[in-house]
């Protein structure tokens, strides 16, 4: 290795601060700007770069908008420049930029003079990251959700074959043997075989036509719907759902409509199967503008933070998508032990939405 002398390391270092595509800030005791590089200099506000340069005192507080702690997103409790005993050799914090609002850095700060109360801050931004984690993450659920959807038109040609398919032979053969059958007993006994056959079919058909989508979402609107799929849940699950609403018979665009449909299905049916109670509490209102679902159970719960993932795990991944296409917001709160809420809240009156699958 060639030797490097003292004056090539100083020049090396002011390369790198001024070169480098990571902002550095040196700062005194106190998070006052001392020094900000060029890269540093491109992400805040022009009118504070100036001053810091006229040898006004501009502290960091003023671009700061919180670091994630071990508890809490954001915060600004026991800040890392106040926070003598912490390690803050790699953490995310938010700065409010000059172009892109409030934007997340992964950042260090260091203590470079302790006898003059010196430190650097060094910043990496991290939207690229974030983009990237996001898409391969979208991605990644898609191929799951294609995945889900093919498995279900498989169970559903499963029970077409054998529930539809199979009465309907039945039915058929006996058809064809009432033929020759001589007795009026034998006959009247054979039709009446026939007749429950097609009771039966006519239940599965139209349960399986209820749970594809119900006429009475098109035909009543979110009201009815709602109704009549707590009904079929009792019945088919002995599962309770009290159900309280305020929209009587109002009507929503199919979109809206559509969604707040199955994402009430989809929470009701988590409850079902997860919560391990007999009941479930539904709320359907509308208030100030905004439509609210709201679906509570006091039930297992789960950590929100460290879900254990039941199932294909797409159920919440699939009501936040839905959500999010007619601009709504979808809150789930849980706790183990202490049940499961699921709060959906959007704008009744805004422009046409994206279309939606049904």
Same mark, same amino acid.
């Given at each position: 290795?060639?030797?490097?002398?003292?004056?090539?390391?100083?020049?090396?270092?002011?390369?790198?601060?001024?070169?480098?595509?990571?902002?550095?800030?040196?700062?005194?005791?106190?998070?006052?700007?001392?020094?900000?590089?060029?890269?540093?200099?491109?992400?805040?506000?022009?009118?504070?770069? #100036?001053? *810091?340069?006229?040898?006004?005192?501009? %502290?960091?507080? &003023? /671009?700061? =908008?919180?670091?994630?702690?071990?508890?809490?997103?954001?915060?600004?409790?026991?800040?890392?420049?106040?926070?003598?005993?912490?390690?803050?050799?790699?953490?995310?914090?938010?700065?409010?930029?000059?172009?892109?609002?409030?934007?997340?850095?992964?950042?260090?700060?260091?203590?470079?003079?302790?006898?003059?109360?010196?430190?650097?801050?060094?910043?990496?931004?991290?939207?690229?990251?974030?983009?990237?984690?996001?898409?391969?993450?979208?991605?990644?659920?898609?191929?799951?959700?294609?995945?889900?959807?093919?498995?279900?038109?498989?169970?559903?040609?499963?029970?077409?074959?054998?529930?539809?398919?199979?009465?309907?032979?039945?039915?058929?053969?006996?058809?064809?043997?009432?033929?020759?059958?001589?007795?009026? #007993?034998? *006959?009247?006994?054979?039709?009446?075989? %026939?007749?429950? &056959? /097609?009771? =039966?079919?006519?239940?599965?058909?139209?349960?399986?036509?209820?749970?594809?989508?119900?006429?009475?979402?098109?035909?009543?609107?979110?009201?009815?719907?709602?109704?009549?799929?707590?009904?079929?849940?009792?019945?088919?699950?002995?599962?309770?759902?009290?159900?309280?609403?305020?929209?009587?018979?109002?009507?929503?665009?199919?979109?809206?409509?559509?969604?707040?449909?199955?994402?009430?299905?989809?929470?009701?049916?988590?409850?079902?199967?997860?919560?391990?109670?007999?009941?479930?509490?539904?709320?359907?209102?509308?208030?100030?503008?905004?439509?609210?679902?709201?679906?509570?159970?006091?039930?297992?719960?789960?950590?929100?933070?460290?879900?254990?993932?039941?199932?294909?795990?797409?159920?919440?991944?699939?009501?936040?998508?839905?959500?999010?296409?007619?601009?709504?917001?979808?809150?789930?709160?849980?706790?183990?032990?202490?049940?499961?809420?699921?709060?959906?809240?959007?704008?009744?009156?805004?422009?046409?939405?994206?279309?939606?699958?049904?």
């Amino acid at each position: 290795m060639n030797q490097v002398t003292h004056s090539q390391i100083i020049e090396f270092l002011m390369k790198m601060y001024k070169n480098s595509t990571e902002a550095i800030f040196f700062l005194d005791n106190s998070a006052k700007i001392l020094s900000l590089n060029p890269a540093a200099e491109r992400i805040i506000d022009p009118s504070v770069i #100036e001053s *810091i340069k006229n040898g006004k005192a501009h %502290t960091l507080c &003023s /671009l700061c =908008r919180g670091y994630t702690s071990s508890e809490e997103h954001i915060t600004c409790s026991n800040c890392y420049v106040n926070d003598k005993e912490g390690n803050f050799t790699s953490f995310q914090v938010y700065l409010d930029t000059r172009d892109k609002g409030i934007v997340p850095f992964t950042a260090t700060y260091h203590t470079i003079d302790k006898e003059n109360g010196i430190h650097v801050y060094m910043l990496r931004d991290l939207t690229l990251q974030y983009k990237q984690q996001e898409m391969l993450y979208r991605n990644e659920m898609l191929k799951k959700t294609f995945e889900a959807g093919e498995n279900e038109r498989k169970r559903i040609s499963r029970e077409l074959h054998d529930s539809v398919v199979q009465e309907l032979i039945s039915m058929l053969v006996d058809m064809r043997l009432l033929k020759y059958i001589q007795s009026h #007993e034998e *006959i009247h006994s054979r039709v009446k075989q %026939t007749e429950e &056959s /097609l009771n =039966r079919l006519i239940a599965d058909i139209r349960n399986l036509s209820v749970f594809l989508r119900p006429a009475s979402l098109d035909d009543l609107g979110l009201e009815a719907a709602f109704r009549s799929h707590f009904k079929w849940v009792e019945h088919s699950y002995g599962f309770y759902v009290n159900y309280q609403s305020t929209i009587n018979k109002k009507r929503y665009s199919q979109n809206i409509e559509t969604s707040v449909y199955r994402i009430c299905q989809e929470a009701v049916l988590n409850a079902v199967k997860y919560a391990q109670v007999l009941e479930v509490n539904v709320t359907l209102s509308e208030k100030n503008g905004k439509l609210e679902l709201i679906v509570q159970d006091q039930g297992n719960g789960f950590d929100t933070e460290r879900p254990d993932v039941k199932g294909s795990g797409l159920g919440i991944f699939g009501m936040k998508e839905r959500a999010d296409l007619i601009g709504g917001r979808l809150q789930i709160h849980s706790e183990i032990g202490k049940g499961t809420t699921v709060y959906l809240t959007l704008p009744t009156t805004q422009l046409e939405e994206k279309e939606v699958p049904l």
